[in-house]
Antibody, heavy 118, light 107 residues
Framework: EVQLVESGGGLVQPGRSLRLSCAASGFTFDNYAMHWVRQAPGKGLEWVSG????????GYAGSVKGRFTISRDNAKNSLYLQMSSLTTEDTAFYYC???????????WGRGTLVTVSS | EIVLTQSPATLSLSPGERATLSCRASQSVSNYLAWYQQKPGQAPRLLVYDASNRATGIPARFSGSGSGTDFTLTISSLEPEDFAFYYCQQRSNWPITFGPGTKVDIK
């Protein structure tokens, strides 16, 4: 069974940094691209960042480019999102998502809440 | 960036009725469009990929169609569990983008 478990969310002050992690299991992690998608409370879905199976391809939404860094450790079956210079606009649930064999997000974690507030 | 527009914003229907949701792209995305369902407090669930292919385990009452810039998700006969938010998403170009969503609620 595919499982994606996010961690690392919490309350952080504006301007500070936070690192999110996603632990993956139930599939061959290093075969697939992985992504982060966020959702502000009561709002829609926003793609944040994605990384190819071997980290050779990475991409970011314009709203986070230059502030967020995605990475993965295939030996640990883990995905990461390093977030810096956080603003209140970054407050959201952050989901880890697997871009599966059908090239769509067919598995999602339950999300971790990041709240940026002073 | 490809902008996706969904209509209507809210669709109020009764169980058993047919739901037709629209997604329009600001430029062609070929057939690289997916649809997701999301219920409150839950992660999204993939319904349809590549415009018209149902994901594993998705009931046959859900169907997708379209290509280029205009896409439709149809729910042939609404079940009580289908009242939720629906999002379209394109993967033709990065950044990947989602539409703003359509809420299907009970009339």
């Amino acid at each position: 069974e595919v499982q994606l478990v996010e961690s690392g969310g919490g309350l952080v002050q504006p301007g500070r940094s936070l690192r999110l992690s996603c632990a993956a299991s139930g599939f061959t992690f290093d075969n697939y691209a992985m992504h982060w998608v966020r959702q502000a409370p009561g709002k829609g879905l926003e793609w944040v960042s994605g990384i190819g199976w071997n980290s050779g391809t990475v991409g970011y939404a314009g709203s986070v480019k230059g502030r967020f860094t995605i990475s993965r450790d295939n030996a640990k079956n883990s995905l990461y999102l390093q977030m810096s210079s956080l603003t209140t606009e970054d407050t959201a649930f952050y989901y880890c998502a697997l871009l599966g064999a059908v090239a769509a997000f067919d598995y999602w974690g339950r999300g971790t809440l990041v709240t940026v507030s002073s | 960036e490809i902008v996706l527009t969904q209509s209507p914003a809210t669709l109020s229907l009764s169980p058993g009725e047919r739901a037709t949701l629209s997604c329009r792209a600001s430029q062609s995305v070929s057939n690289y469009l997916a649809w997701y369902q999301q219920k409150p407090g839950q992660a999204p669930r993939l319904l349809v990929y590549d415009a018209s292919n149902r994901a594993t385990g998705i009931p046959a009452r859900f169907s997708g169609s379209g290509s280029g810039t205009d896409f439709t998700l149809t729910i042939s006969s609404l079940e009580p569990e289908d009242f939720a938010f629906y999002y379209c998403q394109q993967r033709s170009n990065w950044p990947i983008t989602f539409g703003p969503g359509t809420k299907v609620d009970i009339k």
